[in-house]
């Protein structure tokens, strides 16, 4: 999903590859781009099958499709042990690839994201690969994650972060860049390095906690456990040792049954709106309510409720 900004409530939001919402007006119209995201063009060539389980070559990042009562939703998984999930040039330009599939699945609903390596989520970017680039790499490197995360952002899906262990750096900042987040010891050591978060910890942190919080946090580097990030708004719900995936799935699983084009509206609605003043953000729900008011989704509902039936959507 590309996001063009500028002035006001003038903007324009990609939906998908074809369709997008002009925000220019107060009621919104789609019209044909007519290309793809700017992230096709770093595609990673996947495995096997269009619904099957993708990995990228050194089983790093994982991408797959739930079937049965979970179908629709998507489980990014992200599997470097040696290194604690640190993340390299290598793990995230196949973390973006993973992104792109995602955004070009019509059958997927929602994305669950988590690590399976046992007590850390992400130790943040990889240090020591950092330590052998010059001044240049690294700022690309850095241009790279932050833009790699903002595509996590504004992904057209619902995302939850299910963070099993500890957090820290810029595995806060991928945690952050999802929707909803479960369990979790966070942190933000950077300036104990003599830098700063640079993938967005400085600007989703204190929208998300405060000001006063996240400088805090920012300035002693210290790390915070699930119980006092609960306190802060920085996760929604506490689970037990080990349970922060049962809990991404439970609640994966209700979203999932949700009309698509719902979810989808409600979120540009959220993310955008928040950025502007209250009147324009009026103006960004009437857009978004006018797409799912001409959904076969929206008749289907109806026709459920008064059937007395579970109704089937289909995203459209």
Not at 9 to 20: E, T, V, Y
Not at 260 to 274: C, E, H, Q
């Amino acid at each position: 999903m590309a996001l063009r900004r500028c002035a006001g409530i003038h903007r324009r939001l990609r939906l998908g590859f074809s369709d997008s919402i002009d925000f220019s007006s107060a009621s919104g119209r789609i019209f044909t781009a007519g290309s793809r995201s700017p992230c096709a063009a770093r595609r990673w060539p996947w495995g096997i099958g269009a619904r099957g389980l993708f990995v990228d070559a050194a089983d790093q990042v994982s991408l797959s499709a739930l079937s049965g009562s979970e179908e629709g939703i998507m489980v990014l998984e992200l599997n470097r042990a040696d290194a604690k999930n640190a993340i390299g040039v290598d793990m995230l330009s196949k973390f973006q690839s993973a992104l792109d599939r995602l955004q070009d699945d019509d059958a997927a609903r929602v994305v669950i994201l988590r690590s399976v390596v046992p007590g850390v989520f992400c130790a943040g970017a990889d240090l020591k690969e950092r330590k052998k680039m010059s001044v240049f790499e690294a700022q690309k490197f850095v241009t790279s994650l932050r833009s790699t995360f903002s595509s996590l952002e504004v992904l057209s899906l619902p995302t939850i972060a299910a963070v099993e262990g500890v957090a820290l750096g810029g595995g806060l900042e991928l945690a952050l860049s999802c929707d909803l987040r479960a369990e979790a010891t966070f942190g933000l050591p950077e300036t104990g390095f003599a830098i700063i978060p640079g993938a967005g910890g400085t600007q989703r942190l204190p929208r998300l906690i405060g000001r006063s919080r996240a400088k805090e946090l920012i300035f002693t580097g210290r790390r915070i456990g699930a119980d006092e990030a609960k306190s802060y708004g920085l996760v929604e719900y506490l689970t037990a040792a080990g349970d922060a995936y049962r809990k991404a799935l439970e609640l994966a699983k209700i979203i999932s049954n949700q009309g698509p084009l719902a979810i989808k509206m409600a979120k540009v609605a959220i993310d955008r709106g928040s950025e502007v003043d209250a009147a324009s953000g009026m103006e960004i729900e009437e857009a978004c309510y006018g797409q799912v008011l001409k959904s076969k989704d929206r008749l289907e509902g109806l026709a459920a409720f008064a059937e007395k039936r579970s109704p089937v959507y289909r995203g459209d």
